[in-house]
Nanobody
């Protein structure tokens, strides 16, 4: 069974930073594309960033230049470094593991950006 566990969410002021972490099952981490999605109240879940096991990254336009996704293969962990946070970044952030026709999700971690 696949298990994804997020951590690192919290409350920060605009312009602040947070670093999210997702610890993944070994089989999924090695074989799946890892990524982060987020969902704000009343809105659809949207892609934030992805990273392949080869290191190729992709970012949503709204976070490009502010967020950085990375992976530590030894620790089986994917990170999302979030800098210059804005109120619009407020959402529940979900870790995702993806392979063709399959998706696994963590339980989510809350990020709130407010004065």
């Amino acid at each position: 069974q696949v298990q994804l566990v997020e951590s690192g969410g919290g409350l920060v002021q605009p312009g602040g930073s947070l670093r999210l972490a997702c610890a993944a099952s070994e089989s999924v981490f090695n074989a799946y594309r890892m990524g982060w999605f987020r969902q704000a109240p009343g809105k659809q879940r949207e892609l934030v960033a992805t990273i392949t096991n080869g290191g190729t990254t992709h970012y949503a336009d709204s976070v490009k230049g502010r967020f950085t996704i990375s992976r530590d293969n030894a620790q089986l962990t994917v990170y999302l470094q979030m800098d210059s946070l804005k109120p619009d970044d407020t959402a529940v952030y979900y870790c995702n593991a993806h392979k063709t026709w399959l998706d696994y999700w963590g339980q989510g971690t809350q990020v709130a950006v407010s004065p």
